[in-house]
């Protein structure tokens, strides 16, 4: 199986179809064995991190995943502003930070980052802990964007749920994404259309999207927020 890019897209602030929020995630593979000890460092370091406004922090563990994924942990950065991210990544440097970069890598195989930005949101008050990202290598974003907003006017999903671009990152072609996230596994378990209308409308965007390439499913459980 090829080797994708996995994106993990997290807690979004804002709601109106064409707005934005920007995105950096790092992703760690963790040796089994350390996954206590990184997920200590990561909340000793970022519990006492002062961030800048209007930016925040999901670390969440990837729960279900393809065969070749093969990063265990991400670390999601978001903000409304790509200006106030900019000022958030800059900050992670100094003493501390070096320190905190030492100790990491000494308990993970290997590490990545990616970056991007949303551009439709719906339910943005919606802060549920499981979340669930499709990737896409998308010829025409456009169209495809145009797809997904006619989708979802027949397509009621309980949960928060973004569609946007991977800008940084990438490495087999994927450049779009989907997400949505699940207030408990139960509600994971039965995504997908519940009525006539429903299933219609996922009939007619797979068609219109047909020719987009779908690269890979996975699933992320929330272990805390910082901000």
Known sequence: MKKYIYIIIFLFSISSFGQQIFWYNVHLEVKPSNTSSVENLVDNFYSNFDFPENTSMGFSNIALKG????ETHV???????????AELR???SGNEWDLYIAEIEKHISSARVSAGK???IYNQDID?????????EVNDTSSFVDSFEKLMKSFNFEGYLA???????TSRGENMYIYGTYKDLNMAFNFGPKTGNENKAFEIFSKEVADERYAQSFTRVLIKKYE
């Open 75 to 85: 670390l999601s950065f978001t903000s409304s502003s790509s200006e106030s991210l």
């Open 67 to 70: 065969q070749d994924f093969k």
């Open 90 to 92: 800059s900050a992670l």
């Open 163 to 169: 569609i946007g671009q991977i800008i940084h990152g």
């Open 118 to 120: 949303s551009l439709g």
């Open 128 to 136: 549920y802990p499981i979340g669930q990202a499709w990737i896409f």
